[in-house]
Every structure is written in structure tokens, then in C-alpha cells.
Antibody, heavy 121, light 110 residues
């Protein structure tokens, strides 16, 4: 079964850091672009970042650029999101998701269960 | 406020049909494929429609998608209580080089 399992969420103070992880199983992880999408409480989906299969290409939403870093370890089938200088507005459930292997740049066929990040003093 | 505009809510009686619109611009919907996601309460999103009108394996044909110009539409026929969820459109924006999602539409079965 193809699966994504996030971990690493929690409560952190403003200005603090957190590292999220996403463990992939059931598919050839290195063949896929991987993304992070977040959802603030009661709000909609917001794209955060993406990384290519070989880890060489990455893009970020303007709201996190310079503060968040996406990375991957293909040997361990794991995706990461290093979040620094966290703000209250970063409070959200963070989902990792797999982009389909062909064509369209924004089609996500597998999603993790999400991990909650709360930024508060 | 999202770049892709969806109505906040739609509703209909069981067995009826609802449509959800998603409006964008030439840099996103106008020149890229649209996908749709269903998010049941307390769960992760699930892919419903991709490439404007294709359904992944296991998605019933009660769900359909279409696109015209800079707008896309999700249709749900034979509405069921289990369809009560939030629905999101998504696409790539060529100018911004980002993924965009609509603000989401809550479907209520009366």
C-alpha cells in the first residue's frame, strides 16, 4: 500500500524552529516530485513548497521563502521541511503529498494524514 | 483571499445535482490542467478529478469535471449524505511558478 506518514509537528514559540518529516512507503520515492501543503484551522489548502525527485530543484511560496527549507533523503524514503523563524500565521496542519508521475504540475494522488504545527507563546 | 475563486458553499437535497465553479486567469486555469479534491471532515484531501475531467480509479462517475477558458466546474450528481465535504480546485500558475488552490466550497446535503 502506498503511504505517506508525517511527523514532527508540535507547539513552538514565535521565532522558533521545527523540522517536519514525511515517511514514504509502497512506491519508488525518488521518481516523484513531493510537496508540502498546509491548512490553517478552519481555512483552506495552501501550497507551501515542492522538491524534485533528485532533490536538486525546489520552489517555495512567497510566505515561507527564506524561512522554510524542503529536502529529501531518497535512501531513507523521507521528505523533510525545516521551518525556521516561525510565526503565528504558520499555525496549520501540514500535509505532505505526492505529485503524479506524468504531465500536470499540480495533481496530488497520495496525501499523508497531516501533522499539526502550533506557533504560540 | 485565494487567486482561484470558489463559492463558499452550495447545497441540495439528496439525489439532486450540484456544481462548483472555480474561476482563475490565463496564467493558471487558462493554460494549465485543473484538479479537484474532496476533504471529508477531519481527514486529508482526496483526489477526485485530474486533467480537467479525468477520474482516478475508484472515483464514481457521479463526479465530473469540465473547463472552459479561465474557469472550471466540478459536478456531483445523485447527491448523497456521504458527499458532505469541502471541495477544492487546484492548478499550476505559470507566471508565479506556484501551485494554487481555490478557497474551498462546502457541500451540504439538505
Amino acid at each position: 500500500e502506498m503511504q505517506l506518514v508525517e511527523s514532527g509537528g508540535g507547539l513552538v514559540q514565535p521565532g522558533g524552529s521545527l523540522r517536519l518529516s514525511c515517511a514514504a512507503s509502497g512506491f519508488t520515492f525518488s521518481n516523484y516530485w513531493m510537496h508540502w501543503v498546509r491548512q490553517a484551522p478552519g481555512k483552506g489548502l495552501v501550497w507551501v513548497s515542492r522538491i524534485g525527485g533528485d532533490g536538486q530543484s525546489a520552489n517555495y511560496a512567497d510566505s515561507v521563502k527564506g524561512r522554510f527549507t524542503i529536502s529529501r533523503d531518497n535512501a531513507k524514503n523521507t521528505l523533510h521541511l525545516q521551518m525556521n523563524s516561525l510565526r503565528a500565521e504558520d499555525t496549520a496542519v501540514y500535509y505532505c503529498t505526492r505529485k503524479i508521475s506524468w504531465g500536470s504540475l499540480a495533481v496530488f494522488d497520495i496525501w499523508g494524514q497531516g501533522t499539526m504545527v502550533s506557533v504560540s507563546s | 483571499q485565494s487567486v482561484l475563486t470558489q463559492p463558499p458553499s452550495v447545497s441540495a437535497a439528496p439525489g439532486q445535482r450540484v456544481t462548483i465553479s472555480c474561476s482563475g486567469s490565463n496564467s493558471n486555469i487558462g493554460n494549465n490542467y485543473v484538479s479537484w479534491y474532496q476533504q471529508l471532515p477531519g481527514t486529508a484531501p482526496k483526489l477526485l478529478i485530474y486533467d480537467n475531467n479525468k477520474r482516478p480509479s475508484g472515483i464514481p462517475d457521479r463526479f465530473s469535471g469540465s473547463k472552459s477558458g479561465t474557469s472550471a466546474t466540478l459536478g456531483i450528481t445523485g447527491l448523497q449524505t456521504g458527499d458532505e465535504a469541502d471541495y477544492y480546485c487546484g492548478t499550476w500558475d505559470t507566471s508565479l511558478s506556484v501551485v494554487l488552490f481555490g478557497g474551498g466550497t462546502k457541500v451540504t446535503v439538505l
